[in-house]
């Protein structure tokens, strides 16, 4: 009863899921969200955008290194990825987002009939990829508990522009308990590609987020008594930066609907 | 007698450079290498290429971390950078290398001449910029005792190609104790942004590399008595692309002469 990361790609239903933990079932595919899944396997933002573009999504990514870790980058046109053999990056993320001028007009399981030949598609580190290491800390995560997509907010700080890209930082969101929290800043400090050490401990209110029972993506999650709000930089930045900015055209994963990759997630750890 | 980075970007002779280490002589300029100067301050490799080639340069770095850690990129036409305020890319760095189509074509002091505004500018971690805490360390810098550039040279490992651009490795050299290797690479380790942990330890034509007595870029060091050869990745190997990628026009730093930045190398300790 292995999980192989092909196995999660290919896993449709949440039945399918469990199945899939089997390698009899490559084909099915998960459509769900990824938190809580793949042990042990790194999962990646994803957005790709017209190659007229490109530069200015790859700077961006350089200037905010917090929301943005960079792991692969395709060539224009290219649907594949260094970070998982075998990989269609026009099908294997569970849920896509497709953007006109900054306008969400489609969320699709597939995304092959959207996919352009001048696209460039870049893979951006998850927090999900940390959340086993947080798990043998024993640190608790009430999300996956709660059996909830993480909570995600849009925050009142800026990234640095770049180009024609501009747009504030996404976080994502962990209730961590009080005497856990050092153990979290630890065990994630050293996992930088994938969105490093949190970028906030406490008081929502700093970041500009008003109400953490109403997040900007994914499900609210519930605290338990003497739990800290801690947020970590989150890869739906690109996202953010999208609607800011309004490109013509771009395809992003779903928030939480992660590229589940072939890297172990020990891979990011320095 | 203390120095500070304004100081070291503006002496021009090495009299100067001891002048220098007072805060009175902050209009001199430095020309020569800056191996063992600018204690407890990083250094930057550049590469201004026309805004039409930057896409290719910084996938070119994305692809390629360890010989190519970027730590700030201007934008089109900009000559001021993040790591060191005031300072004027154009100018600051000891000595220029101006290419066209892969020639090189000048090697001046001062570059105002040759920028054009167009031109985007790329700066990347320097090894020089882990040595202060390799002497804390204890692990000997022969070139610095013997008063000479790093040795570097062009390795037979490819990089991977981004775009246009492609080339081999180069790497810097230095003759380490045999028992203090192992100190060595856990100091640079924990440097990913000025090239990390070495690439190579030992046998030089392991990288391609025929005669340690006579490097491509810099000057050989004399080993002592059971001292190893340790490799580095090195942010000369852009210049090495450009020479096999031939891009219209590129300005580089001469090999071993760096923009001292403002920024404590320990800001790059992870």
Redesign the interface.
Known sequence: MTSTPADLRAARTPADLHAARTPADLRATHTGPTSGLADGYAQANLIAVPRDW??DV??FT??NPKPCP?LD?T?EGGTTTTLAAGADLRRDVPRYRVWEHGELVDEPTDATAHWREDLVAFLIGCSFSFETALKRADVPLRHVEQGRNVPMYVTDVQCRPA?RLHGPMVVSMRYVPEDLVDTAIAVTARM?AVHGAPVHVGDPAALGIRDLAAPDFGDAAEPHPGDVPVFWACGVTPQAAVMASKPPFAITHAPGYMFVTDVPDTAYV?
């Open positions: 490109a530069y790859l700077l350089q200037r960079v980058v060539d180009g930088p320095v």
